[in-house]
């Protein structure tokens, strides 16, 4: 898929509050500073399309990015060890909940895993709410380049055994670099295989001239 288009349509509090909508979604979502809004930019290929920050929590709202005007990418606040008060915390899980509970049009959630990290319980246990909420998900391993292939292949094994022992089964795990682009095409061409084929234009009947020979 060749992103042609990729523009920032709005965003919301709350599932009540996000804007309507008939196309397929995908979103993304994982704790605070796993380098969400640096795949999203990778993604779409605009830089500054979402923006980044040091500062854990940066994301808040529910925001929405239209591509191509054939698909929306999502992009969901963090959860985790944002600077916020466990209360904002709480809020934040709630809102986050309630649209991957109840969007119509969601079509895939992207749960982001820090590769540098070996599996975390609160990203186990948000995969496994997941599951039991029968919500479509696949995993995205961020930040490859950050450290030895070695140690990124030890961590994905130690997921692989996680997921197993919880009995989890991910549609696809990824493996993504925001800086080198690393697993860009595998996701975006996995997106386009789950997203409904544009209808192509009939050719029209052609047009008989024989009366003009008469």
Not at 57 to 77: A, C, E, Q, S
Not at 150 to 155: A, G, P, Q, T
Not at 175 to 196: D, F, L, M, V, Y
Request: hydrophobic share 35%; with cysteine; charged share 25%.
């Amino acid at each position: 898929m060749k992103i042609t288009s990729a523009r920032f349509i709005g965003c919301a509090v709350d599932l009540e509050d996000c804007p309507p909508s008939s196309l397929p979604e995908f979103a993304f979502v994982g704790r605070s500073n796993v380098g969400k809004s640096s795949l999203v930019n990778m993604l779409a290929e605009v830089k500054g399309l979402a923006k980044t920050s040091g500062t854990p929590g940066k994301t808040k709202l529910i925001n929405f990015f239209r591509i191509n005007d054939h698909w929306t990418l999502v992009d969901l606040p963090g959860y985790g060890f944002a600077k916020v008060s466990k209360a904002k915390q709480a809020e934040f899980n709630q809102q986050v909940s309630g649209y991957l509970t109840g969007r119509e049009n969601l079509k895939q959630v992207f749960a982001l895993l820090d590769s540098q990290l070996e599996p975390l319980d609160t990203d186990l246990a948000f995969i496994d709410w997941l599951q039991q909420c029968e919500i479509p998900y696949s995993i995205i391993f961020t930040k490859t380049d950050r450290s030895a292939d070695n140690k990124v292949i030890s961590h994905e094994v130690q997921l692989l055994k996680a997921l197993e022992d919880y009995g989890l089964k991910p549609n696809e795990i990824f493996k993504c670099s925001a800086k080198t682009k690393r697993g860009r095409g595998a996701i975006i061409n996995w997106i386009e295989g789950q997203s409904p084929k544009k209808p192509k234009k009939k050719a029209g009947k052609p047009i008989q001239l024989g009366w003009m020979k008469k």
